[in-house]
C-alpha cells in the first residue's frame, strides 16, 4: 500500500517547497539514494516553478510506481504536474537543454535538464487546455541519449486520493507475460486505509495469476479478497499474438477504447470482488490496432466524461495520457467525490519528448 501525494501550487513560493518536500518524502519511500533524492527535488521544484509563472497554478501528483521495462521491481517516484493554463507555444524551444521557462531569473534547469536526468520524461502541451509533464526519477542515474522505450504496448496510470487523503482507495498494476499483458484497476469499496488495503491485495495477486483469462482472475481475486471490504475491479487482457483485447469487470470500474480513430465503452458487471462476486461476467473481446488507446477509471471520474479527441495521446507515455484524461475529465465546478485513478494502455512506440519511457 503505498503513499499519494497530491499537491495544490496555486499561490506562492512556499507551495513551491511543498512540492520539494513532498518530492523528498516519496523518494525516501521508495529508497531511493540521495543523490537521486537530489534530483527528484530538483525536478519537482522545477515543475511547480513551473506551474506558477506560466500557468497560474495547477497540482503535482506524485506517486510510487514500477518501472515497465527494465526488470527492476524496486518502486520508482513518478512526478506528474498538471495545469489549465494556455499551454506551450514552443515545445521544441522549451525542451532544449538548458533552456530557462522564464525570462526572470529561473533555476536555470528548465525542462530539458529535466528530461536529461529524469530515468524516463514525457509532456503533452495544447494551446488553450494546458499542460502535463510527466517525470519518474528511478534508483540508477538516467543514461544519456539512450533511445526510445522498447517496442510494444505500455501501461502507466496516476492515483489521485479523496481531499488529499494520505493514501487511495483505488490501485492499478501491470504484468507482462510473453505476448500477454495484463492491466488491473481496483477501487477498494469506501475510502481510507482499509480500502487501500483491499485494492493494494488485488494488486499483488495479480502477479501470480497474469497467465490467466480475465474472468478466472476475476474469480480468484474474489478468493483472495474476501478478508477485506472488497473492492470493483476491471481487468482487460492484451494477447499481442492474437492482436486481440480481453476485458471483463466488476463493480463500477469504466472502461473507454480508442481505435480506428473513435472511442466505445466497454461495460463492467455489477457486483463487489470479495464480497457480492456475481457467478458468471461476461468477457468482451476486441480487436486491438497499433493506434489503440484503452483507459480505465475509478468512479471518481464523472460517469459522462468526454473522451479526448486527441490523435498525439496514443504516442505518449501513458501515464502523460491518464493526466491528460484525468485533467481533462474533472474542473472546479466538477470537485471530485471519491478517489480517483486512471490507467491506460497504448500500443507503444516512440515518444515525441520522452526518454526511456
Same mark, same amino acid.
Request: hydrophobic share 40%; glycine share 12%.
Given at each position: 500500500?503505498?503513499?499519494?501525494?497530491?499537491?495544490?501550487?496555486?499561490?506562492?513560493s512556499?507551495?513551491?517547497?511543498?512540492?520539494?518536500?513532498?518530492?523528498?518524502?516519496?523518494?525516501?519511500?521508495?529508497?531511493?539514494?540521495?543523490?537521486?533524492?537530489?534530483?527528484?527535488?530538483?525536478?519537482?521544484?522545477?515543475?511547480?516553478?513551473?506551474l506558477?509563472?506560466?500557468a497560474?497554478?495547477?497540482?503535482?501528483?506524485?506517486?510510487?510506481?514500477?518501472?515497465?521495462?527494465?526488470?527492476?521491481?524496486? $518502486?520508482?517516484?513518478?512526478?506528474?504536474?498538471?495545469?489549465?493554463?494556455?499551454?506551450i507555444p514552443?515545445?521544441?524551444?522549451?525542451?532544449?537543454?538548458?533552456?530557462?521557462?522564464?525570462?526572470?531569473a529561473?533555476l536555470?534547469?528548465g525542462?530539458?535538464?529535466?528530461?536529461?536526468?529524469?530515468?524516463d520524461?514525457d !509532456?503533452?502541451?495544447?494551446?488553450?487546455?494546458?499542460t502535463?509533464?510527466m517525470?519518474?526519477i528511478?534508483?540508477?542515474?538516467?543514461v544519456r541519449?539512450?533511445g526510445? $522505450?522498447p517496442?510494444?504496448?505500455?501501461?502507466?496510470?496516476?492515483?489521485?486520493?479523496?481531499?488529499?487523503?494520505?493514501h487511495s482507495?483505488?490501485a492499478?498494476?501491470?504484468?507482462?507475460r510473453g505476448?500477454?499483458?495484463?492491466?488491473?484497476?481496483?477501487d477498494?469499496?469506501?475510502?481510507?486505509?482499509?480500502?487501500?488495503?483491499?485494492?493494494?491485495?488485488?494488486?499483488?495477486?495479480?502477479?501470480?495469476l497474469?497467465?490467466l483469462?480475465?474472468?478466472?482472475?476475476?474469480?480468484s481475486?474474489?478468493?483472495?479478497?474476501?478478508?477485506?471490504?472488497?473492492?470493483?475491479?476491471?481487468?482487460?487482457q492484451?494477447?499481442?499474438?492474437?492482436?486481440?483485447?480481453?476485458f471483463?469487470?466488476?463493480?463500477?470500474i469504466?472502461?473507454r477504447l480508442?481505435?480506428?480513430?473513435a472511442?466505445?465503452p466497454?461495460?463492467?458487471h455489477?457486483?463487489?470482488?470479495?464480497?457480492?462476486? $456475481?457467478?458468471?461476467?461476461?468477457?468482451?473481446?476486441?480487436?486491438?490496432?497499433?493506434?489503440?488507446? !484503452?483507459?480505465?477509471?475509478?468512479?471518481?471520474?464523472?460517469?459522462?466524461?468526454t473522451?479526448?479527441?486527441?490523435?498525439? !495521446?496514443?504516442?505518449?507515455?501513458?501515464?502523460?495520457?491518464?493526466?491528460?484524461?484525468?485533467r481533462?475529465?474533472?474542473?472546479?465546478?466538477?470537485?471530485?467525490?471519491?478517489?480517483?485513478?486512471v490507467?491506460?494502455?497504448?500500443?507503444?512506440?516512440?515518444?515525441?519528448?520522452?526518454?526511456?519511457?
Open positions: 500500500m503505498s503513499r499519494v501525494w497530491d499537491v495544490p501550487v496555486e499561490d506562492d512556499t507551495r513551491v517547497r511543498d512540492v520539494r518536500v513532498a518530492a523528498e518524502e516519496a523518494s525516501a519511500c521508495a529508497g531511493l539514494p540521495a543523490s537521486r533524492t537530489a534530483t527528484a527535488a530538483l525536478v519537482a521544484t522545477e515543475l511547480a516553478t513551473n506558477l509563472r506560466h497560474e497554478g495547477g497540482r503535482v501528483l506524485i506517486n510510487l510506481v514500477e518501472r515497465a521495462h527494465d526488470g527492476d521491481r524496486r $518502486p520508482v517516484v513518478q512526478l506528474v504536474s498538471l495545469d489549465h493554463g494556455p499551454g514552443d515545445v521544441a524551444a522549451a525542451m532544449r537543454d538548458g533552456y530557462t521557462t522564464t525570462v526572470a529561473s536555470g534547469a525542462l530539458g535538464t529535466c528530461r536529461r536526468i529524469a530515468n520524461f !509532456l503533452h502541451s495544447a494551446p488553450g487546455r494546458g502535463v509533464v517525470a519518474r528511478g534508483h540508477e542515474p538516467a541519449n539512450q526510445p $522505450p517496442p510494444g504496448p505500455r501501461a502507466g496510470g496516476v492515483n489521485v486520493p479523496l481531499g488529499r487523503a494520505e482507495g483505488d492499478w498494476g501491470r504484468v507482462r505476448d500477454r499483458l495484463t492491466l488491473l484497476l481496483a477498494g469499496l469506501g475510502h481510507g486505509v482499509k480500502a487501500a488495503e483491499a485494492s493494494t491485495a488485488a494488486v499483488e495477486e495479480l502477479r501470480d497474469a497467465e483469462p480475465p474472468v478466472e482472475i476475476l474469480r481475486l474474489g478468493r483472495a479478497l474476501r478478508p477485506t471490504r472488497g473492492a470493483a475491479v476491471a481487468v482487460a492484451l494477447d499481442l499474438r492474437e492482436e486481440r483485447l480481453s471483463a469487470g466488476i463493480g463500477n469504466g472502461a480508442r481505435t480506428d480513430g472511442w466505445k466497454l461495460l463492467s455489477p457486483g463487489i470482488v470479495g464480497a457480492q462476486t $456475481p457467478a458468471s461476467v461476461p468477457v468482451q473481446r476486441v480487436p486491438w490496432h497499433p493506434g489503440s488507446l !484503452l483507459v480505465l477509471h475509478s468512479d471518481g471520474l464523472p460517469s459522462r466524461w473522451p479526448p479527441d486527441d490523435g498525439v !495521446l496514443p504516442g505518449c507515455d501513458p501515464a502523460v495520457a491518464a493526466a491528460v484524461v484525468l481533462d475529465a474533472g474542473s472546479a465546478a466538477r470537485p471530485v467525490r471519491d478517489d480517483t485513478c490507467a491506460v494502455l497504448t500500443a507503444g512506440g516512440e515518444s515525441r519528448h520522452g526518454s526511456g519511457t
